[in-house]
């Protein structure tokens, strides 16, 4: 005798399993294409912030795309927000290519080249610099090089801070 607290499921035919079948499936396929639509829009939003960002029209930070690189005043900032002058970029850079220049990796081994209060880590023979936890291009460094000789350094950040210390 069926237990009176248990309700029996109805058997489905093959018309209305094939019926429920086609309703998950339609709304799988909108809930896979408004995701699609929500993530084309979200990188939209992303690509405008970030040249807003470049620009200096943006503030905020960004943790999910490769770092990046600008001026502000006389200091160079990440786009995860770490300020150094921009006296220790330029000498950095001439590091950096000196470097590329080699071929062979740095490595910090006990001498310590500073950005601001930051240590570069390491500098690959392709130019990428690792300094906690930044990771920036050679390629990104390329692009902001070029405006390090038209801004002008004030006298309060030219300190010696970068020469490399023991």
């Avoid at 990188?43 to 001026?71: H, N, T």
């Amino acid at each position: 005798m069926p237990d009176p607290n248990i309700s029996e499921v109805p058997e489905l035919d093959s018309d209305e399993l094939t019926a429920i079948r086609k309703r998950e499936a339609k709304r799988a396929a909108e809930k896979a294409e408004q995701t699609k639509r929500e993530r084309a829009e979200a990188l939209v939003r992303q690509q405008e912030l970030i040249i807003k960002w470049r620009a200096g029209q943006y503030s905020g930070c960004f943790y999910d795309v490769p770092a990046m690189l600008r001026i502000i005043g006389d200091e160079v900032q990440t786009s995860r927000g770490v300020r150094f002058p921009i006296s220790h970029a330029k000498r950095g850079l001439a590091f950096v290519r000196k470097v590329r220049e080699s071929g062979q990796a740095y490595v910090r081994n006990g001498h310590t080249i500073h950005l601001g209060p930051y240590a570069i880590d390491r500098i690959e023979p392709d130019g990428t610099v690792k300094a906690g936890c930044h990771v920036v291009s050679w390629k990104e460094i390329q692009r902001i090089a070029p405006a390090f000789d038209s801004v002008p350094v004030s006298a309060t950040a030219m300190d010696t801070t970068l020469e490399v210390q023991s």
